[in-house]
């Protein structure tokens, strides 16, 4: 008798011990779940704040757009396919350059007092006439429709031609949505006429971000492999690596600029306002993209 008692007693605590350990382990994955979603919203409120901040036109042109619980119907939502959100890579597009330049001047990067105008008008077709502002937004909204086709969110630093976002803020705005690649999309301009070519723009060795360098050039590597493969004319010297740039330096993620073409060469002006070159262009952007992105092996790399 007093041996099945203590057997039960045994067994009661055995069952109590069990359900608290269970409990526990409950705790502890809700805790994590929890943690991890109130991080993801502070890093969502942080985004909208800051730009709420810093950037006020913004607000017009981008965050009506891009906030991630904005309807599809809405016409200038710039994040969509939300489907499969935990899996799928952000990419954030800049059209380069807007149609009134910003002449005050910003620091060109976080770890130096060398300042540099804030946003230029870029150059402008001799044949077309078209502004360089222009066909960037062109090329730009069409790369976001192709990289949305497949399955990767895009953010985009404009919509319009009508705004007023610097070099640095463009970068910003990729850091704080946290963006997997910020792509810039522009065309060249040259004094001689004869100069033609698509070429790509990195930043150099001496990126202040760890990884950033190794990993964008990962990407345009990626790239001009793509462009060349599908007989794109490129420039002699297609890969630029470059200290210079605001939109380079304030960025902390993989970056990288595509110059589509020249704009003061008349045939390649031409061909770059055509829409099929530029869907062309556009696709084998998207396809680079994507490759870029699948790999996931970029290995983080502190020095060149
Ligand atoms: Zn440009």
Same mark, same amino acid.
């Given at each position: 008798m007093k041996n099945r008692l203590l057997s039960l007693i045994v067994i009661l605590v055995a069952i109590a011990l069990g359900v608290?350990? !269970?409990?526990?382990?409950?705790e502890q994955v809700t805790s994590q779940v929890t943690s991890q979603q109130s991080?993801?919203?502070t890093a969502d409120n942080t985004c909208s704040t800051e730009n709420a901040t810093d950037i006020k036109i913004i607000n017009n042109t981008m965050l009506t757009g891009t906030a991630p619980r904005a309807p599809e119907d809405e016409p200038d939502n710039t994040i969509t396919n939300d489907t499969n959100s935990e899996a799928s890579y952000i990419v954030c597009i800049d059209p380069g350059h807007q149609a009134i330049a910003n002449y005050e001047h910003e620091r060109?990067?976080?770890n130096t007092s060398e300042m540099k105008i804030k946003v230029s008008q870029g150059t402008k077709g001799v044949h077309t006439q078209t502004m360089e502002y222009e066909l #960037? *937004?062109?090329?730009?909204?069409?790369?976001?429709?192709?990289l949305?086709?497949?399955g990767i969110k895009v953010l985009m630093t404009r919509t319009t031609n009508e705004v007023n976002i610097s070099n640095k803020e463009r970068a910003?705005?990729? #850091? #704080?949505?946290?963006?997997?690649?910020?792509?810039?999309i522009h065309a060249d301009g040259a004094s001689n006429q004869s100069?033609?070519?698509?070429? !790509? *723009?990195?930043?150099?060795e001496s990126h202040p971000t760890p990884g950033v360098y190794s990993a964008s050039k990962k990407a345009a590597m990626i790239l001009l492999e793509h462009l060349d493969g599908e007989g794109i004319h490129l420039l002699s010297s297609p890969l630029s690596k470059r200290s210079d740039i605001s939109g380079f330096n304030w960025s902390e993620v993989p970056v990288f600029l595509l110059e589509m073409g020249f704009m003061t060469n008349p045939e390649e002006d031409k061909m770059m306002s055509d829409f099929l070159y530029q869907r062309k262009l556009m696709n084998i952007t998207a396809d680079a993209i994507e490759e870029f992105l699948m790999k996931d092996e970029v290995v983080e790399e502190t020095s060149p």
């Open positions: 608290s350990v !269970v409990d526990i382990r409950k991080s993801q919203t060109i990067g976080p #960037n *937004l062109q090329a730009s909204i069409l790369l976001k429709e192709l949305e086709e497949k910003e705005i990729a #850091n #704080n949505f946290g963006a997997d690649l910020f792509v810039r100069i033609r070519g698509a070429h !790509v *723009l990195i930043p150099d």
